[in-house]
T-cell receptor
Framework: DAGITQSPRYKITETGRQVTLMCHQT?????MFWYRQDLGHGLRLIYY???????DKGEVPDGYVVSRSKTENFPLTLESATRSQTSVYFCASVLAGGHNEQFFGPGTRLTVL | AQSVTQLGSHVSVSEGALVLLRCNYS??????LFWYVQYPNQGLQLLLKYTTGATLVKGINGFEAEFKKSETSFHLTKPSAHMSDAAEYFC?????????????FGGGTRLMVKP
């Protein structure tokens, strides 16, 4: 499928477990992003990547790990999930250039019990 | 650091009424400006953006926004609300020297449309 996809769409896990959220885009966009969306906080940037093997922290990176071995994939891992990481997670991608729009995936709703 | 303020986390209008969603940014250098819409259980999609040129920007679904440098504002309007406009709206900015299009989002405004 063309575009940007996320999997799974819904995930329930327990405190302390490792969870990986997947993001895949078909446009070969250089930049990719992970956001979390929480009531009262809007969207907050977790990590971003400018190209394969180049990643950097965003506003709220603690407790998360990312990798980008291929341009099209940008997985987000919660190494030891906590209840505070219950959220909706969005992946996005964009062509380089500040005037370009980011394209968002459909989101993953994660619940940590 | 850049900040974006959306006045009113919830706005309610009647069908057919004017929609006005407010957005102010903090940068002294005008950034690139975006409005995104999020329908329930979906990702964000672009409504419109301002990069340069004409300060009144038209977007999809009859929305438009006007960049006012003196007021550091980029308010979103639609002359006549439709039930299908009920959604959450996010204003976002990207600084002009930002090759990676790092976006700073406002807190969002949930628009409710009453029949």
């Amino acid at each position: 499928d063309a575009g940007i996809t996320q999997s799974p769409r819904y995930k329930i896990t327990e405190t302390g477990r490792q969870v990986t959220l997947m993001c895949h885009q078909t446009w070969s966009h250089s930049y990719m992003f992970w956001y979390r969306q929480d009531l009262g906080h809007g969207l907050r940037l977790i990590y971003y990547s400018a190209a394969a093997d180049i990643t950097d922290k965003g506003e709220v990176p603690d407790g998360y790990v990312v990798s980008r071995s291929k341009t099209e994939n940008f997985p987000l891992t919660l190494e030891s999930a906590t209840r505070s990481q219950t959220s909706v997670y969005f992946c996005a991608s964009v062509l380089a250039g500040g005037h370009n729009e980011q394209f968002f995936g459909p989101g993953t709703r994660l619940t940590v019990l | 650091a850049q900040s974006v303020t959306q006045l009113g986390s919830h706005v309610s209008v009647s069908e057919g009424a004017l929609v006005l969603l407010r957005c102010n940014y903090s940068s002294s250098v005008p950034p690139y400006l975006f409005w995104y819409v999020q329908y329930p259980n979906q990702g964000l999609q672009l409504l419109l953006k301002y990069t340069t040129g004409a300060t009144l920007v038209k977007g999809i679904n009859g929305f438009e926004a006007e960049f006012k440098k003196s007021e550091t504002s980029f308010h979103l309007t639609k002359p006549s609300a439709h039930m299908s406009d009920a959604a959450e709206y996010f204003c976002a900015v990207s600084e002009r020297d930002n090759a990676g299009n790092m976006l700073t989002f406002g807190g969002g405004t949930r628009l409710m449309v009453k029949p």
